[in-house]
């Protein structure tokens, strides 16, 4: 009888991870490996613009975190986002610029102009991104590692634009506020 009550239990734990590494029937890993570390998967949801699906964006860190100062705490840490639906580069550049106007000060977006304007250009560099295509925003060794489909696109040094960056999904006016209630595991 315990056997049976064990292998249900078992059972049941596989079915809850498999669902939970299943945002908009994009399958996820629930550990992944960023610059030589193991991360594990915090969140995800989707992005949806006029009730349009966007992306499923997902958030790995070391360890779980609830709240941006958590997930800034940690390095390294990778944003993905898996495109739903086909999106120009320009409309893609134009979102992220638009989070972080949104979510930094005059001062914050002043000090790493230089960086925005490499994601820009690196961005811009995709061409059209479709559906299916996978970007991913590492922080790793001190700078944000930007990767399309898995080959390495560009890197931007510091600190500060990564947690800019990271503020488009996680700050105080998030880009979608059940998406960063999604991504911080809730």
């Known amino acids: 009888m315990?056997?049976?009550?064990?292998?249900?239990?078992f059972a049941l734990l596989a079915a809850a991870s498999a669902l939970a590494a299943d945002v908009g029937g994009v399958k996820l890993d629930d550990k992944?490996?960023?610059?030589?570390?193991?991360?594990?998967?915090?969140?995800a949801g989707?992005?949806?613009?006029?009730?349009?699906?966007?992306?499923?964006?997902?958030?790995?860190?070391?360890?779980?975190?609830?709240d941006l100062p958590g997930v800034l705490a940690q390095s390294p840490r990778r944003i993905q986002m898996n495109l739903l639906r086909n999106l120009s580069a320009d409309q893609l550049v134009?979102?992220?610029n638009d989070g972080l106007?949104?979510?930094?000060?005059?001062?914050?977006?002043?000090?790493?102009?230089p960086q925005a304007d490499q994601m820009t250009?690196?961005?811009k560099s995709f061409g059209e991104v479709k559906e299916g295509n996978v970007v991913t925003l590492d922080f790793v060794e001190g700078a944000t590692k930007i990767g399309f489909d898995g080959?390495?696109?560009g890197s931007i040094p510091g600190e500060a634009f990564n947690k800019a960056l990271a503020k488009v999904w996680l700050g105080d006016k998030p880009v979608q506020a059940d998406l960063k209630k999604a991504l911080l595991g809730g």
């Open 2 to 9: 315990f056997h049976k009550l064990f292998l249900a239990l």
């Open 32 to 43: 992944i490996s960023v610059g030589g570390q193991d991360l594990v998967l915090n969140g």
């Open 46 to 66: 989707i992005r949806t613009r006029f009730m349009l699906k966007v992306y499923v964006a997902s958030l790995y860190v070391p360890a779980k975190a609830a």
């Open 94 to 96: 134009d979102a992220l």
């Open 101 to 113: 106007k949104d979510n930094n000060s005059e001062a914050e977006m002043a000090a790493v102009k």
């Open 121 to 123: 250009s690196i961005m």
């Open 151 to 153: 080959a390495a696109k």
